[in-house]
C-alpha cells in the first residue's frame, strides 16, 4: 500500500496556510486510499491536525444527528412536547397558588408595579383598541349592507354590527391587539430579567418571581379587558353608524333604536365574560413565555414572538369552545 511520508527537516518558520495546505494533502490522500505518516512533521502541526481532525468529526456527527430516522424525531417531539406541557401544568399551579395567596393578603408585590401594569393595559391600550375597533365596525356593515339591500333590509346592518361585536368579535379583537401589544411586552420584559439573573436574585432572596411578577400583570388583564371590550363595543358600533349614516342613508336616530332593540345584556355579558378570559390567557401566555426564555438577547426576541403566537392561538381555541357551549346552552 502506498504511503505518504514527510521531510520537514528544511522546514523554517510556519503559520496557517501550512496546515491548509497539509488539510488538503491529507483529504486527497485519504480519498485515493493512501497512508498517510506525519512522523517527518513538527509537534506543534501535528497538534493542529489532530485538533482539526476532531472538529471535522464533531461536525460530520452533528450533521448525521440531524438526519435521524422518523421515528427518532417523532420520539423526540413527544418527549419535548411532554416536557413543554409538564412546565405549563406546574406553571398554572404556581399562579393558581399565587391568586389564592392574593385573594388572601398573603401575596409578595409591589402595589407601584401593580398599578403600573393596570396604566399600561388599561388607559394606554385604549386607542389602539378603539382604532381596530372602529375599523372592524365599519369593515362589518360594509359587509352586511352589500347582502342586506338587495332584500331591503339594509337597516338591520345595526343588528349585525351591534349583535356580533358587543357578543364575538370585540372580545376577540381585543383578545388580539392586546397579545401583540401587552403579551409580547410581558415577555420581552421578563426574559431580559432572566439575561441579567434577576430572576435567580428574587429566587436566591427568598421572593416568587410568580407572585412579584407575574401575579400584577396577570391581574392587571384580568381586570382591564373587560373594560377595553366595552369600550371596544361602543366604538365598533360607532363605525357601523357611521356607515349606516352616510352610506346607507339611514338617520342617527332609526340606527341608534334599531341597535338598542337589537342588542341586550344577554349579548354583553357573554362578551364580558369572554374578554375577561382573553386577558388572563395574555397574560399567562406572555409570562409563561418570558419565564422560558434563553439567556440571550436573540432568545428574548424568540420569547416575544412564541408569546404572540401562543396567546393568539390560545384565544382562537378558547372562542371556538365558547361558540360550541353557546350552541349547546342555546343563549
Not at 385604549?126 to 339594509?154: C, N
Not at 376577540?172 to 430579567?193: C, K, N, Q
Not at 400583570?217 to 371596544?232: F, Y
Request: proline share 2%; charged share 15%.
Amino acid at each position: 500500500m502506498a504511503q505518504l511520508s514527510y521531510d520537514a527537516t528544511e522546514l523554517g518558520d510556519w503559520d496557517s496556510a501550512l496546515l491548509t495546505f497539509l488539510v488538503r494533502v491529507t483529504s486527497r490522500a485519504a480519498e485515493h486510499g493512501v497512508e498517510e505518516n506525519r512522523a517527518g512533521l513538527p509537534e506543534g502541526v501535528r497538534g493542529l491536525l489532530r485538533l482539526s481532525e476532531a472538529v471535522s468529526t464533531k461536525d460530520d456527527a452533528g450533521r448525521g444527528s440531524s438526519e435521524k430516522r422518523f421515528v427518532t424525531r417523532v420520539g423526540l417531539t413527544t418527549i419535548e412536547v411532554t416536557h413543554g406541557a409538564h412546565d405549563m401544568l406546574v406553571y398554572l399551579g404556581e399562579v393558581a397558588v399565587a391568586l389564592l395567596r392574593f385573594v388572601t393578603g398573603r401575596a409578595s408585590y409591589r402595589r407601584a408595579d401593580f398599578w403600573l401594569a393596570i396604566q399600561q393595559a388599561g388607559v394606554e391600550a385604549a386607542p389602539i383598541v378603539a382604532l381596530v375597533s372602529f375599523l372592524m365596525g365599519v369593515i362589518l356593515a360594509f359587509v352586511g349592507a352589500i347582502q342586506l339591500q338587495q332584500f331591503g333590509a339594509a337597516i338591520y346592518v345595526a343588528d349585525l354590527v351591534g349583535i356580533a361585536m358587543v357578543r364575538d368579535i370585540s372580545a376577540l379583537m381585543t383578545g388580539i391587539v392586546m397579545a401583540g401589544r401587552s403579551g409580547a411586552a410581558y415577555a420581552a420584559e421578563i426574559g431580559s430579567m432572566q439575561v441579567n439573573e434577576e430572576i435567580d436574585a428574587l429566587t436566591t432572596i427568598g421572593v416568587s418571581p410568580i407572585e412579584f411578577l407575574v401575579l400584577p400583570r396577570i391581574l392587571a388583564l384580568i381586570l382591564m379587558m373587560p373594560l377595553l371590550t366595552i369600550v371596544s363595543d361602543a366604538v365598533s358600533i360607532l363605525g357601523g353608524m357611521l356607515v349606516g349614516v352616510t352610506m346607507l342613508d339611514q338617520s342617527f336616530i332609526a340606527y341608534y333604536l334599531q341597535t338598542a332593540g337589537a342588542v341586550s345584556l344577554a349579548h354583553l355579558i357573554p362578551g364580558l365574560i369572554k374578554g375577561t378570559v382573553y386577558g388572563a390567557i395574555v397574560g399567562m401566555a406572555g409570562c409563561l413565555r418570558g419565564m422560558q426564555s434563553g439567556r440571550s438577547s436573540l432568545a428574548v426576541g424568540a420569547a416575544a414572538t412564541s408569546a404572540v403566537v401562543t396567546s393568539i392561538v390560545l384565544i382562537i381555541a378558547a372562542a371556538g369552545v365558547f361558540s360550541v357551549m353557546s350552541y349547546r346552552l342555546g343563549i
